[in-house]
């Protein structure tokens, strides 16, 4: 039996270029497309860069070329989109997917009429410290697939319930496996042994924890939030991780009002995630800056909370991303078009800000220029919906409308 050479060539979601091993230079041309999402203006119509009756031609792992489907050039293998709307793989830039443990209950109580703490976590983080590292990645890996299916190409995923130096390293070793996006989130909450001495824990992660994490990871987070660490906890935090190479990324402004958001800013953070509690001042923080604004509506429809005010955001400039917030305590979904619908449904965004959000601005919260757009040189990740326009991800909410997942040119979901 012949392997395939797609399979074993194929990086972990999230890769970025460097990683990316020589694969035979087969083209295919994707022809027939009814509405191509570039994100590319100068390709096409828009911010979202629209090209309609489109084609793409794919070349080993990456776009080689993008236009009209009357002019596409001849290619080893041809796909017919019949019309269907093609657009670049969904770029999730917030997950915590290395956790084990079940919190049924806890969601039904919740939605019974309790409110929603952070103390939740720990009931995570008892049953991933007992958790074998097999256990861990097979779920890990299985969350994965599960966003793939629905469309998502590229994925970020944060450590957080190990809590102790060998946990919180071993949670990123398993992150690692499975894509290049790690983020070490020992600053999720106080670990429970250092409940009474908050200082020491913050010693304990920017010390010891520091040192086994900074090389297993590109990013370093924190949950900035009452009950978990105050703004000058997150920002010694933050400060000592890129000290080490890590760029931060901060929880931020989700629960209530606080720091965090601006504290983001001011350190040059990548993104400032849920955003569901902004000052003016903080809005005018993110405008000024270069943080991404990452809206997570998925904790606000599973906490039956106020969801973020993106039109607030977007209308003072301010970049934003969506994501799903993969976690088994207040956001256990990984489906970026739930959130596409719930952006435009309860948060003020248009339907092409939405997909935008999910595509490009996930990759700008990442730092990523090679995904989140359908580009000459773009990695070729791309998601084709059973649907004629990218307008039926929200227009169409609780419908799968993924018909086929490429990631780096390899067709890993769906027939096409
Ligand atoms: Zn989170």
Same mark, same amino acid.
């Given at each position: 039996m012949t392997p395939s050479p797609a399979r074993t060539t194929t990086p972990p979601l999230g890769a970025p270029a460097r990683a990316h091993r020589p694969r035979p230079r087969t083209t295919t041309a994707v022809t027939g497309i009814g509405t191509l999402v570039t994100n590319d203006p100068s390709l *096409?119509?828009?911010?979202? *860069?629209? =090209?309609?009756?489109?084609? %793409? %031609?794919i070349e080993g792992g990456h776009i080689a070329w993008v236009g009209p489907s009357d002019r596409a050039?001849?290619?080893?293998n041809r796909v017919d989109a019949q019309g269907r709307a093609l657009l670049p793989g969904f770029v999730d830039s917030h997950s915590h997917l290395v956790f084990a443990g079940d919190r049924t209950e806890e969601f039904n109580a919740r939605m019974s009429g309790r409110a929603y703490s952070a103390g939740g976590i720990r009931t995570t983080v008892a049953a991933t410290r007992t958790a074998s590292r097999n256990v861990l990645s097979d779920t890990v890996g299985r969350h994965v697939r599960?966003?793939?299916?629905?469309?998502?190409?590229?994925?970020?995923?944060? $450590?957080?319930? *190990?809590?102790?130096v060998d946990d919180e390293a071993r949670s990123l070793d398993i992150a690692a496996a499975h894509t290049d996006e790690v983020t070490y989130l020992g600053a999720h909450i106080v670990a429970p042994e250092f409940a009474d001495r908050p200082e020491d824990y913050v010693a304990l992660v920017t010390g010891p924890m520091l040192d086994a994490c900074a090389p297993r990871a590109r990013w370093i987070d924190v949950f900035c939030e009452q009950g978990a660490f105050d703004g000058d906890q997150a920002r010694t935090i933050l400060t000592a991780g890129a000290a080490r190479g890590l760029v931060p990324r901060v929880h931020a402004n989700q629960l209530s009002?606080?720091? *965090?958001?601006?504290?983001? %800013?001011?350190?040059?953070? +990548? $993104?400032? /995630?849920?955003?569901?509690?902004?000052?003016?001042?903080? %809005?005018?923080?993110?405008?000024?800056? !270069? !943080? =991404? +604004?990452?809206?997570?509506?998925?904790?606000?429809? $599973? !906490?039956?909370?106020?969801?973020? /005010?993106?039109?607030?955001?977007?209308?003072?400039?301010v970049t934003v991303a969506l994501s799903p917030d993969c976690n088994p305590g207040s956001s256990y979904t990984s489906s970026m078009p739930f959130c596409v619908a719930l952006a435009v449904r309860e948060m003020g965004m248009t339907p092409d800000e939405a997909v935008w959000a999910a595509t490009a601005g996930g990759a700008a919260a990442l730092r990523r220029t090679d995904v989140g757009r359908v580009a000459p040189g773009a990695r070729a990740d791309l998601t084709l919906l059973d649907a004629p326009s990218h307008v039926h991800l929200a227009y169409r909410p609780g419908v799968p409308l993924v018909a086929a997942v490429w990631k780096d040119g390899v067709l890993g979901h769906g027939t096409g």
């Open positions: *096409g119509a828009g911010p979202l *860069g629209l =090209v309609r009756d489109a084609a %793409v %031609v050039p001849a290619a080893d599960e966003a793939f299916r629905q469309g998502t190409t590229t994925i970020e995923i944060k $450590s957080g319930y *190990g809590l102790t009002y606080g720091p *965090g958001v601006r504290l983001a %800013v001011e350190l040059g953070a +990548a $993104s400032a /995630d849920h955003c569901t509690h902004l000052t003016d001042e903080d %809005v005018d923080a993110l405008a000024n800056g !270069t !943080t =991404v +604004a990452t809206l997570l509506p998925g904790a606000e429809f $599973s !906490t039956r909370s106020p969801y973020p /005010d993106a039109r607030r955001l977007l209308d003072a400039g």
